[in-house]
Nanobody
Framework: VQLQASGGGLVQAGGSLRLSCAVSTMSVSFNSMSWYRQTPGKEREVVAIRTINGTQEYTGSVKGRFTLSRDYAKNTLDLQMNSLKPEDTAVYYC???????????WGQGTLVTVSS
């Protein structure tokens, strides 16, 4: 299983970006799929998570601004980020935990930079 993250870039505060995490196989089910982010010197933090039953949760700082969506036709997990703030600047990683084996998969990270 490989996860390929894309969509990062430079945007002004108040702008929008859409991140996409492409999954290489459709033969594996996932207990959860998530987006994390990390800034230098800080631990990686979960931004948004989608569980196998479709429940979606967001960390408090992004609620109302970020939206997860699962595109089964394209086999992607997308993160729509609106009203971006400089504090959203980070490397964003997608994560998937396989159903059953609980194997942890990570994408390579995509950099989001929000200028003030």
């Amino acid at each position: 299983v490989q996860l390929q993250a894309s969509g990062g870039g430079l945007v002004q505060a108040g702008g929008s970006l859409r991140l996409s995490c492409a999954v290489s196989t459709m033969s594996v089910s996932f207990n959860s799929m998530s987006w994390y982010r990390q800034t230098p010197g800080k631990e990686r933090e979960v931004v948004a998570i989608r569980t196998i039953n479709g429940t979606q949760e967001y960390t408090g700082s992004v609620k109302g601004r970020f939206t997860l969506s699962r595109d089964y036709a394209k086999n992607t997990l997308d993160l729509q980020m609106n009203s971006l703030k400089p504090e959203d600047t980070a490397v964003y990683y997608c994560n998937a935990v396989a159903y059953g084996t609980r194997t942890d998969y990570w994408g390579q990270g995509t950099l989001v930079t929000v200028s003030s």
